[in-house]
């Protein structure tokens, strides 16, 4: 059912999804699309690339009383680690992220500058996740995938309920399009391999949720991304 897959930017779209509790929103100023995601159970969460939108973020946390267990990033471009720093302070959680995208990290203030965005708060890195790390998410797990190629240290996170699976994609797949390679770090070859090797080899019935724009499944791209194949 791939309804759900176009509302990514409403509130509530995605609640009910599964037995998982999904909402994904564009944030800041490059309308990142930032995900909280939790164990309906356990009522521990993740929240997935907060460039943005911290009162949105509190305001889901604080309706359904969640306990923000990680703040996870797809790269460490700046649309997708703005506002972690102020997640961080307002609601604890592991900050984590591939170690080949520290240098991202470590420029934060650089790429503040470059994108005229004002300077925030940094906080440190709790934990260097790599290819095949489970991250946990209360009864469930959040799977790693190493993607270089957007950036050296992309990666994809997998969540499955039994039901269905989503994948985070960050700038690695956008729905008929992929990330640029253009920027310091990136590969175009290496992009198309990750997406080839360590995407389109796993579940093709996986929503994936880009880290821009709509969302769209593993098969559809693999049919129709056009910029995989050339
Ligand atoms: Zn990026
Ligand atoms: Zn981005």
Redesign the pocket.
């Known amino acids: 059912m791939q309804s759900a897959a176009t509302g990514v930017a409403g509130r509530g779209v995605w609640q009910g999804l599964g037995v998982l509790l999904v909402e994904t929103f564009a944030a800041g100023p ?1 309308q ?1 699309n930032c995900t909280v995601l939790a164990c309906p159970d356990t009522k521990d969460a993740i929240v997935i690339d907060p460039g943005g939108e911290t009162e949105r973020i509190a305001e889901i946390v604080a309706h359904y009383h969640l306990t923000v267990r990680s703040i996870i990033h797809t790269h460490g ?1 700046i ?2 680690i703005y506002c972690t720093h102020d997640v961080k302070r307002a609601h604890g959680g592991e900050i984590c992220l591939h170690r080949d995208d520290v240098f991202l990290y470590d420029g934060f203030h650089q790429q503040c500058a470059i994108f005229g965005l004002a300077r925030r708060g940094v906080s440190p890195i709790d934990r260097f996740v790599a290819h095949g790390d489970q991250i946990a998410l209360g009864k469930l797990a959040i799977e790693v995938i190493h993607t270089p190629g957007h950036t050296p240290g992309s990666i994809c996170f997998e969540v499955t309920d039994g039901a269905r699976t989503i994948l985070f994609a960050g ?1 690695t797949l956008f729905r008929r399009s992929v990330g640029r390679t253009d920027l310091p770090g990136g590969d175009s070859g290496a992009l198309r391999r990750s997406i080839r090797e360590r995407l389109f080899t796993r579940n093709p019935g996986a929503l994936v949720v880009p ?2 724009g709509p969302s769209t499944t593993l098969a559809e791209e693999a049919r129709g991304n056009p910029y995989v194949h050339l």
Request: overall charge negative; some cysteine.
């Open positions: 490059l990142c471009h649309d997708h700038d880290g821009h």
